[in-house]
């Protein structure tokens, strides 16, 4: 039945009996796709259901379905015409793994980042009043998790104020994002899950008493209070929106009903859907840590995944608990991603001092920063492509006080599958401009412990650590030391390669095959690269260039920082960056995006060679022309 769906068309043309067939087809799909490559499974399995009646009772493309955040959007892929590519999910040259205009003119925004999808919304109908097209909908779907992040109340506050705006929120609610959704917002909605019971209290009264609908009429008058009594009052509906629900998420036929009642109101309206995440694959559905969120490949009969082997998070992980048995001030903040970002083992063991703020980034930074001013030293763990949300509150309420927190990015530079949303190669650029922040790039595990524990140890500011997603590097041993500086390799005045963090393989790989074309180089890694050691503009001085390779973008970042360097020193060496191509870079594993930039160890030699070759002619030239 699914290979017969082109379009939303087709969903719309199928009777009702046939929806649980559609449905059962889709799970069995996504299982089987997401247990080769990986991917978000939980969330998906959980929104089968609700897609196809947003499909039946929406008309996309012209009502836009917006996803918040776009992980949970598979089934509406499928729906929409992209079978046939499906099985390449995630992999380079297939689908995205996140909404994406270039697939689909039903993918209206590319959205990854949570808390989003309401704004556009507001923005997309206030549009379409001004222009006219008083029958189109602008639909959001956001998860209970998402609506932890402020941005999505800012959104809300705004469409409540406007009584006739055709904005439909569903509002899809499992109890999770990644991990159990925290908070009084997550209270809250464990109550309204049960608020079904005062509707069914009149309902019962109506069928006892019929013949007397003065009385029903008056209890109905007091729904307010009735619901005080046996659910707390909704909070949407004290907002000014109006709301339907809770409804059960995975009854389709209940959802279209919602839906239209919704849809027909013409003006914003809260549709509170009750799911289950993982929902129909019992690994996922009883996977108590994140519901199969976003496996790897793992066994579809028992839900095993594949070894993934020690990662960098996992280095983290051990010696932030380390250093919390040492030290009773440390303590550790996430914003909903307690497993993803290491810190599970950290809550384990110092539960008191471990703080789950939601999909929060800008309150996370805040609250570190109110720690920090009551004596304690937050580490705050984030992705990196998310510290991007929280960069005021870093500069301004973290930096500007001087306070002592340690921000740890994960999966910062190239991540690869996640797709252009998700690649960490800003923060070494954004945050360049932090007065008084430091920062650190470990280029292998050794090297992680010991910064980590350098930068909880400095108390006159902020300190970040950044490290890269999957497998941690083999160690790669100091040669001997230049200031702070380590130095890997020792060589002649030809080349200084500067090496910021994980590149060091891949530099040290450069120089042995830059030694075989005459040109020797010398390899240091910085360590801390924010502010730069002073002993870099003798190094520099020595040698007829600088090279300084990074997996961040090359705009802004440390070999901006080296030239700067150098140049406030009068020291003319000419310096090249090689990084990150300024751009949005499509889904594909890291490996193979080091080596479409140009940051693989060969690459690096043949760029080098030819700058070397460049500069010697430039140097030749005047005297020959003399």
Not at 143 to 162: F, P, R, S
Request: charged content about 25%.
């Amino acid at each position: 039945m699914l290979g017969s769906v082109e379009g939303p068309h087709d969903v719309k043309r199928l009777d009702v009996e046939e929806l649980p067939r559609l449905a059962n087809e889709i799970r069995d799909l996504l299982v089987d796709c997401c247990s080769r490559f990986g991917g978000h499974l939980g969330p998906n399995l959980g929104v089968v259901e609700l897609t196809i009646a947003l499909h039946r009772v929406f008309d996309s493309p012209r009502d836009p379905i917006i996803w918040d955040t776009g992980h949970q959007a598979y089934v509406h892929k499928l729906l929409t015409g992209r079978l046939a590519g499906f099985g390449a999910l995630k992999q380079e040259g297939g689908l995205s793994g996140y909404p994406s205009q270039a697939e689909s003119e039903h993918d209206f925004v590319e959205n990854s980042h949570a808390s989003t999808a309401l704004s556009y919304a507001d923005g997309l109908a206030k549009a379409f009043k001004l222009r006219g097209e008083r029958d189109r909908t602008a639909v959001a779907v956001i998860g209970d998790g998402a609506l932890t992040g402020g941005m999505a109340w800012e959104a809300l506050n705004n469409i409540a104020g406007v009584k006739d705006l055709p904005v439909v929120i569903v509002v899809n609610d499992n109890g999770r994002s990644y991990s159990p959704t925290i908070g009084g917002l997550a209270s809250h909605l464990s109550k309204l899950r049960v608020t079904r019971r005062y509707e069914d209290f009149l309902e019962y009264v109506k069928e006892k008493i019929g013949n007397v609908p003065v009385l029903y009429d008056a209890l109905h008058g007091f729904k307010k209070g009735v619901k005080d009594i046996l659910a707390p009052q909704v909070m949407f509906e004290d907002l000014g929106l109006k709301y339907v629900g809770p409804i059960d998420g995975h009854d389709e036929q209940a959802m279209e009903a919602a839906l239209r009642t919704a849809r027909d109101f013409r003006g914003p309206v809260i549709v509170h859907a009750l799911t289950q995440k993982g929902r129909g694959y019992s690994p996922a559905e009883n996977h108590d840590e994140d519901q199969f969120h976003s496996p790897g490949a793992f066994d579809r009969v028992t839900g095993a995944e594949k070894p993934k082997g020690r990662i960098w998070t996992d280095v983290f992980s051990e010696e932030l608990v380390r250093l919390g048995k040492d030290r009773e001030d440390i303590v550790a903040i996430t914003a909903a991603m307690l497993h993803p970002t290491g810190l599970a083992a950290f809550r384990d063991a110092f539960p008191e001092r471990t703080y789950d703020v939601g999909i929060a980034e800008q309150h996370a930074l805040t609250s570190a920063a109110g720690l920090a001013l009551g004596g304690m030293h937050p580490v705050v763990a984030v992705y990196a492509t998310f510290l991007n949300r929280a960069f005021d509150q870093l500069l301004m309420d973290v930096a500007l006080h001087r306070l002592p927190v340690t921000v740890v990015l994960d999966r910062a530079g190239v991540t690869g599958d996640d797709g252009a949303s998700h690649n960490g190669m800003w923060d070494l650029s954004i945050l360049q401009v932090v007065p008084g922040l430091r920062i650190a790039v470990p280029r292998d595990g050794e090297r992680l412990t010991e910064l980590l524990e350098e930068a909880v140890s400095v108390t006159d500011g902020p300190t970040v650590l950044r490290f890269p997603k999957g497998p941690v590097a083999e160690p790669v041993e100091a040669a001997g030391k230049l200031g702070e500086m380590d130095v890997l390799r020792a060589g002649d005045a030809d080349v200084l390669i500067v090496a910021v963090g994980p590149m060091a393989r891949a530099c040290m790989d450069a120089a042995v095959l830059l030694d075989a074309q005459g040109i020797s180089a010398t390899v240091v890694d910085p360590r801390w690269v924010k502010p730069l050691d002073e002993a870099l503009v003798l190094a520099a001085g020595a040698h007829r260039m600088v090279a300084v390779v990074e997996d961040n973008g090359r705009v802004g970042g440390v070999g901006d920082a080296v030239a700067r360097l150098l140049r406030d020193a009068d020291v003319d060496v000419p310096v090249r960056t090689f990084g990150i191509p300024q751009e949005f870079l499509q889904h594909a594993k890291r490996a193979a995006i080091l080596g479409r930039v140009g940051l693989t160890g060969q690459d690096l030699a043949r760029q080098i060679t030819e700058a070397v070759a460049r500069r010697d002619q430039q140097v030749r030239s005047p005297s020959a022309r003399g």
